[in-house]
Nanobody
């Protein structure tokens, strides 16, 4: 079955960087658009960005544009979220998801605080 496992979260100071990874299995990864979402305490889950099946096209939410980038490795079945210039409002649990599947991974916590 579809499995998604996010990793790479942690505590970082404002202005710092983190790279999140999402390892996928149970489906043909290279054929699917992958998305990153996040959910902050007390808020609804929101879309951070998407990357198409080949990695040739990405879309990012306005709130992270210019700071975050999404990439993927279709050999390793992994999608990445590079987060730079982190702000306290980026604090959330981050999830990846394959477009067309309802499966969510456990997420990885990102906390931006001094």
């Amino acid at each position: 079955q579809v499995q998604l496992v996010e990793s790479g979260g942690g505590l970082v100071q404002p202005g710092g960087s983190l790279r999140l990874s999402c390892s996928a299995s149970g489906f043909t990864f290279s054929m699917y658009t992958m998305s990153w979402y996040r959910q902050a305490p007390g808020k609804e889950r929101e879309l951070v960005g998407r990357i198409n099946f080949s990695g040739g096209s990405t879309n990012l939410a306005d709130s992270v544009k210019g700071r975050f980038t999404i990439s993927r490795d279709n050999v390793k079945n992994t999608v990445y979220l590079q987060m730079n210039s982190l702000k306290p409002e980026d604090t959330a649990v981050y999830y990846c998801k394959a477009l067309g599947y309802g499966t969510w991974g456990p997420g990885t916590q990102v906390t931006v605080s001094s």
